[in-house]
């Protein structure tokens, strides 16, 4: 048997201790079997802003947030770079002005 335990828990990036983590887990596991599908509640219940389960590294992780998460900044691309294409081909079409609907060929007289 593996001295790793298959369930881990991390808060605020931190990593939680196995036996920590097993206890969170145990907690979070008995909050959701009362309240199915309400890991917000658990979170709030519990002081922390987001708790979220995931699995990485062939184990169950617990991702708790007490904090906001810092917003994902963009990309940044070397100065002279152009953006990678669009899928299906280059710029979209420019739209017609004048109307909402688009001609529909010859008229009939």
Do not use: C
Not at 10 to 21: H, K, M, T, V
Not at 63 to 78: C, F, I, L, M
């Amino acid at each position: 048997m593996s001295d790793r335990s298959n369930l881990a828990a991390s808060i605020d990036g931190a990593p939680l201790a196995d036996e920590e983590a097993r206890d969170l887990w145990t907690r979070f596991s008995r909050y959701m079997d009362e309240h199915r599908g309400d890991m917000a509640g658990f979170a709030r219940e519990n002081g922390y802003v987001s708790v979220t389960p995931t699995f990485e590294r062939g184990r169950a992780l617990l991702v708790v947030r007490t904090t906001e998460a810092p917003p994902e900044k963009p990309a940044q691309r070397p100065s002279g770079e152009k953006p990678a294409p669009r899928p299906g081909g280059e710029k979209p079409a420019p739209r017609r002005k004048g109307g909402s609907k688009p001609a529909r060929g010859r008229r009939r007289r």
